[in-house]
């Protein structure tokens, strides 16, 4: 009696609640309504990944295959060497933009922070964060420019007498992954920095005056304050830079590509866009989304796994 008695005060509790915030409710329902549209019905298209989908027959009439397609991918001797050589493009792209695009956010902070001039201060923050809004195609032409023969770049390294002869950066396979990180860190750098700079503007200044009585530096401050400071939001910004590890779009590196550098540029989502749209394979290119999302899925479950293990204050 005690229990159901208990259960029907919770429930009443759970609804007077609802109807105090039910504004709050009110405006969110329309974010609902497009996330489901966008989000979730859409996830219907999936059965094309289990049958040899015709567009003519629709997903009634189209013959199932099971996980042919999914085996495919790592089997098929034509589209299987490619598949491995954009999922490592891709990966080590990836990496590369997670090592790069991540540390060097949390250090510009960290940078504007031990700024003492607020005027200079904001003026550092304003134009870090500009590129942001520049589009890719305007950021690739800026980097092509610079990094060509006869780009500003050659022309410092012939004056400085590090080059004999001008040097093609944009034809190097070698170079390619360095310089769509190096692009990816100037546009970006900035805008992801704001969160971190919030993070430490909300740190308790009497923990930095407590330092000083210490006898910390600069840098002991830094390391001993600052860090610990906005370490929960380091950790939950890495796992879902972690989650995302292999969704990279593919603008960037198809602006800056070119046929040289072809097979290092060749990213997934451009391979599911040119062996599932482009011919026509829907359920093939299907197949390669269900595979991302479900690789991301998983890095995702154990960045998370492995953060709690470091702090249990993580959800």
């Given at each position: ?265 060749s990213v997934l989502d451009k391979y599911i866009i040119d062996f599932g749209i482009s011919n026509y394979n829907f ?17 995702l479950i154990i960045a998370n796994k492995i953060a709690k293990r470091f702090d249990s204050n993580i959800m």
């Amino acid at each position: 009696m005690k229990e159901h008695e208990t259960k029907l005060a919770n429930s009443h509790s759970i609804w007077k609640k609802i109807i105090e915030q039910r504004y709050l409710f009110l405006l969110s329902v329309p974010f609902v309504i497009w996330l489901i549209i966008f989000a979730y019905i859409p996830l219907a298209g999936w059965l094309m990944a289990f049958q040899d989908y015709k567009p003519n027959l629709g997903f009634l009439g189209s013959k199932w295959v099971g996980l042919k397609h999914f085996i495919r991918m790592f089997t098929d001797p034509i589209l299987a060497p490619k598949f491995r050589q954009v999922l490592l493009n891709t990966v080590g792209m990836s990496l590369m933009g997670l090592i790069f695009g991540f540390s060097f956010p949390i250090m510009f902070a960290i940078f504007l922070n031990e700024i003492q001039g607020i005027k200079f201060k904001k003026f550092v923050q304003t134009v870090s964060y500009l590129p942001h809004f520049v589009s890719w195609v305007i950021v690739a032409n800026i980097i092509s420019s610079a990094l060509s023969p006869t780009g500003m770049v050659n022309e410092l390294l012939l004056n400085l007498g590090i080059f004999r002869e001008p040097y093609n950066f944009m034809a190097q396979p070698k170079l390619f992954w360095w310089i769509v990180t190096f692009a990816d860190v100037w546009k970006e750098t900035g805008w992801n920095a704001i969160i971190y700079i919030a993070a430490i503007a909300g740190i308790d200044q009497q923990l930095y005056e407590a330092a000083v009585v210490d006898g910390c530096n600069r840098w002991q401050k830094i390391w001993h304050v600052t860090l610990p400071g906005i370490r929960n939001t380091i950790i939950t910004l890495l796992i879902i830079n972690i989650g995302n590890i292999i969704n990279i779009g593919f603008e960037k590196q198809w602006l800056l590509s070119n046929p040289v550098v072809a097979p290092v540029a060749s990213v997934l989502d451009k391979y599911i866009i040119d062996f599932g749209i482009s011919n026509y394979n829907f359920s093939y290119g299907t197949a390669l989304g269900i595979f991302k999302s479900f690789v991301s899925i998983l890095l995702l479950i154990i960045a998370n796994k492995i953060a709690k293990r470091f702090d249990s204050n993580i959800m």
